[in-house]
């Protein structure tokens, strides 16, 4: 069965730094498109990174240049480090399988992980 | 790219024929996504391709669409069926959603 289990939530100050984990079981996360999307409480969907299984990474610009997207074959899992956090990226934070022939849209998701930036 | 769905909320009965719209600011071919989320929950995929049917999504649920509009309809909604659709945009390196139709009960 194909299945996404996310960890790595937590209550973090502004500007202090978080790593969350997607750990994927059923299929292999370095031969597929892997994705985060976020969700701010009560808000639509927010997507922030995404890496192709030949390791190409892309980032929201709302994110780029804070959070990296990175992927350990050995665990079949990837992560999004996430340093300078701000105050609005807190939000669920849901990871997702991507899918496609062409381009990934994303197929499978895990349930969440909330991060909550605040003093 | 934007993309805009219309209505922000929408307010029907069981049984009745639901239809929301997504337009992109320009034109996205056929890539196009809908997803399903209820609360609590993480999204669904429902569609791809604009107009592809996701595997175990029931045959009411159907979308059209290319270049800038696209249609999700639900022909004959069941209680299962209230929550929040989002359209999504899709190419190589960017991935845009819209800011979701919410279907509640009338």
């Known amino acids: 069965e194909v299945q996404l289990v996310e960890s790595g939530g937590d209550l973090v100050q502004p500007g202090g730094s978080l790593r969350l984990s997607c750990a994927a079981s059923g299929f292999s996360v370095s031969n597929n498109y892997m994705t985060w999307v976020r969700q701010s409480p009560g808000k639509g969907l927010e997507w922030v990174s995404l890496?192709?299984?030949?390791?190409?990474?892309y980032y929201a610009d709302s994110v780029k240049g804070r959070f990296t997207i990175s992927r350990d074959s050995s665990k079949n899992t990837f992560y999004l480090q996430m340093s300078r956090l701000r105050i609005e990226d807190t939000a669920m934070y849901f990871c997702?399988?991507?899918?496609?022939?062409?381009?990934?849209?994303?197929?499978?998701w895990g349930q969440g992980t909330l991060v909550t930036v605040s003093s | 790219i934007q993309m805009t769905q219309s209505p922000s909320t929408l307010s029907a009965s069981v049984g009745d024929r639901v239809t929301i719209t997504c337009r992109a600011s320009?034109?996205?071919?056929?890539?196009l996504a809908w997803y399903q989320q209820k609360p609590g929950q993480a999204p669904k995929l429902l569609i791809y391709r604009a107009s592809n049917l996701e595997a175990g999504i029931p045959s009411r649920f159907s979308a059209s669409g290319s270049g800038t509009e696209f249609t999700l309809t639900i022909r004959s909604l069941q209680p299962d069926d209230f929550a929040t659709y989002y359209c999504q945009r899709y190419n190589l390196y960017s991935w845009t959603f819209g800011q979701g139709t919410k279907v509640e009960i009338k």
């Open positions: 320009q034109s996205i071919s056929d890539w």
């Open positions: 890496i192709y299984g030949g390791g190409a990474t």
């Open positions: 997702a399988r991507g899918r496609g022939n062409y381009f990934p849209y994303f197929a499978t």
